[in-house]
């Protein structure tokens, strides 16, 4: 099992990160705010079904903006090359983000155009699909997930791509110091790349 992490406490210059928002307090949060605290960590084969309960009512079927449905075996093959960051409260998983490489989703259509578009930089990886459950959204749980990727893979540019009508999304990312590419379209729906 990986290295475990309580969340959100990041000390970062004095300051801790919520969302985009600094919060001075040495690092610790308010009392309010400590309600919600999370153990980030890379997943581990166990959480396969939680990251899939999760995928699912994230999808577009489910009412959300989901671009891509991932099998239980890319889940797998991704968490076993340890790409997958997860965030539990009480033991459910309630958000992970993928940090993979881009061979790993060569298959996958919308990637293909989007690297078309936006041609990769050396050692690029693809961020994403990063999904939160709807009840742990806005308090700073994709914020932890994204310093613990980007811990684990120091130095690294990456590439993502939102949906252009996905505002909260852009919004979170964008907050997280991510700077858009510009946009492309793949099927009838438009994107927007990112990277940092």
């Known amino acids: 099992m990986g290295q475990k992490r ?13 969302e985009g928002s600094t919060v001075p307090y040495g690092g610790l949060l308010p009392y309010h705010r400590l309600q919600m605290t999370y153990d980030i960590s890379l997943a581990t084969l166990d959480d396969i079904l939680g990251i899939l309960a999760l995928q699912e009512v994230n999808l577009p079927d489910g009412g959300g903006t989901l671009s891509v449905r991932l099998t239980s075996d890319w889940f797998q093959d991704a968490i076993i090359e340890k790409s997958v960051i997860v965030g539990r409260r009480e033991s459910q998983v309630v958000g992970y983000v993928v940090g993979s490489s881009l061979a790993a989703n060569a298959q ?4 293909q155009t989007m690297l078309r578009s936006f041609p990769p930089a050396p050692g690029c990886y693809l961020y994403g699909p990063i999904c939160i459950a709807e009840t742990e959204r806005g308090k700073g749980l994709a914020s932890a997930m994204f310093a613990e ?11 993502l791509f939102i949906r252009a009508d996905n505002a909260p999304s ?7 110091g991510m700077q858009e590419l510009g946009t492309f379209a ?6 927007v790349a990112l990277t940092y």
């Open 6 to 18: 309580t969340w959100p406490k990041t000390k970062i210059r004095s300051e801790t990160i919520v």
């Open 108 to 111: 996958v259509s919308i990637i």
């Open 149 to 159: 990727l980007r811990a684990r893979l120091p130095g690294r540019p990456a590439m």
């Open 170 to 176: 852009l919004q979170a990312h964008r907050k997280m």
């Open 186 to 191: 793949s099927g009838d729906v438009l994107y």
